[in-house]
């Protein structure tokens, strides 16, 4: 096999962390939580973290295994939804007292459920792509301005499909656009705040690991899973 076909423990153990996040956030989702006057989903706890977890692969190990994960975390995304759908419509016992409840938690409605993993696949393909072009850019320079301005484009553009998805039609347009503006600034400002720990663990993936790759020549189609 040849080298840049194999995966390293801290690629996997990122994988594996990211995947836990996409399907916890679509778990804590279901709860809305108070913020001072802003109200916001208990998702935002931590959804953002599959973000910093994207910049980092992206950074560390390029586009192509940025891929691999978020194809991986789509699919494990989609297995506990389905799986949930399944658990929902099986017949409860009797003497079981916990059903509406359980349902209101796995029995996403099959129109969420869409646009959360839509939006999932499109935001997160965005943020790896400016990601990795603005690396090339800036010979690899900057990395705290290219993870927030490729946060930025990712986050907005799952704001901008979630939301009109999931909602469009149940309530005005100007509430949709002010959460996906709040989910945005939001979302943002963690990965912000958190900037110092993921400068951090970038460089010392990067010393431990031995390697920092540079996407040129590559081919930025999202269907190339193979390609890693």
């Known amino acids: ?110 129109r969420i459920a869409v646009a959360s993993l839509t939006a999932f696949l499109v935001g997160s393909f965005i943020n790896a792509y400016v990601m990795s072009r603005m690396k090339v850019a800036s010979h690899g320079k900057n990395f705290s301005a290219r993870a927030v301005l490729s946060t930025i484009a990712g986050e907005g553009a799952d704001s901008l499909i979630f939301f009109p998805l999931a909602f469009g039609g149940l309530m005005s347009v100007s509430e949709l656009a002010k959460m996906m503006l709040v989910q945005v600034v939001l979302k943002t400002l963690y990965e912000v705040i958190v900037l110092p720990v993921t400068v951090r663990v970038v460089k010392y993936i990067k010393r431990v690991d031995d390697t920092d790759v540079y996407d040129e020549h590559i081919s930025y189609n999202v269907l190339r899973i193979k390609e890693i």
């Open 1 to 110: 096999m040849k080298k840049e076909n194999l995966v390293s423990v801290p690629f996997m153990v990122l994988g594996i962390v990211f995947c836990v996040c996409l399907v916890a956030a679509n778990l804590l989702e279901t709860k809305v939580v108070q913020l001072g006057p802003i109200s916001v989903t208990a998702g935002l706890i931590v959804f953002p973290i599959s973000y910093i977890i994207n910049d980092c692969i992206a950074e560390v190990w390029g586009f192509r295994k940025a891929r691999l994960i978020i194809w991986m975390g789509f699919l494990m995304n989609f297995m506990v939804v389905a799986m949930g759908q399944l658990a929902v419509a099986l017949p409860a016992a009797p003497f079981w007292e916990g059903e509406e409840s359980f349902n209101f938690v796995f029995g996403m409605a099959p």
